[in-house]
């Protein structure tokens, strides 16, 4: 399948992994958006997070806990946790993928 994150996962496109389980790989966002942006998206491909949760909703648990532990990590325990679903709420690759922001403070509500 032609999808950048599978690419990512499967290590034919490069990218600064920070953490990786079976299930699930955390990586720096390539346009960081804060001090601190994550990626953290299911090794599995799915669309985005809503079929995450219709078809394995424990993978749902195992992606929001590797992104509290990369925030441990970093040693941050406030953060901006956020998912788009669908292109006008700002997804731009259909693959799931949570996005873990932190390092400095942020606005509500979001633009
Ligand atoms: P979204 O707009 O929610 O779909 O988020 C997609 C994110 O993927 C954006 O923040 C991009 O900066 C990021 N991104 C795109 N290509 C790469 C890449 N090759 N490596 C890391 N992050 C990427
Ligand atoms: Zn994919």
Known sequence: MDCLFCKIV???????IVKKSDRVTAFKDISP???????VIPNQHFENMAKVAEFDLALVGEIFDMASSVAKDFGIDSYRTNINTGE???QSVFHAH????????????PG
């Open 88 to 90: 006008s709420a700002g």
């Open 98 to 109: 949570l996005h873990l922001l932190g390092g400095r403070t942020f606005a509500w509500p």
């Open 33 to 39: 958006q804060a001090p601190i942006h994550v990626l």
């Open 10 to 16: 499967i290590g034919s496109i490069p990218a600064e």
